[in-house]
Nanobody, 116 residues
Framework: VQLQASGGGMVQAGGSLRLSCAAS????????LGWFRQAPGKERRIVAA????????VYADSVKGRFTISRDSAKNMVYLQMNSLKPEDTAVYYC??????????WGQGTLVTVSS
């Protein structure tokens, strides 16, 4: 299983970025996929997640209304559109896949830096 994240970078406050996660190596139809982030010196926290069938999405309160998670099931891609970015969004963002009763899969992180 491989989760390949991309799309991080540096942006000014108020700007936008779109993260992409390419998922491969198994059938993810019974999984939830999404994004966590970890800021320097802080714990890794969930940002957004969705069931692969798109039935449910969840967002951290801090990103509601600014971030949107989506997926392209035909391409096995998960996206995180991040708008109105704030300096406090600066973190390493990790793509993950999770299913109840199974160990989660993690991708490598992609760094997002938001300058004020």
């Amino acid at each position: 299983v491989q989760l390949q994240a991309s799309g991080g970078g540096m942006v000014q406050a108020g700007g936008s970025l779109r993260l992409s996660c390419a998922a491969s190596g198994r059938d993810f139809s019974n999984y939830a996929l999404g994004w966590f982030r970890q800021a320097p010196g802080k714990e890794r926290r969930i940002v957004a997640a969705m069931r692969w069938n798109g039935a449910r999405t969840v967002y951290a309160d801090s990103v509601k209304g600014r971030f949107t998670i989506s997926r392209d099931s035909a391409k096995n891609m998960v996206y995180l559109q991040m708008n109105s970015l704030k300096p406090e969004d600066t973190a390493v963002y990790y793509c993950y896949a999770w299913r109840a009763g199974y160990n989660p899969y993690w991708g490598q992180g992609t760094l997002v830096t938001v300058s004020s």
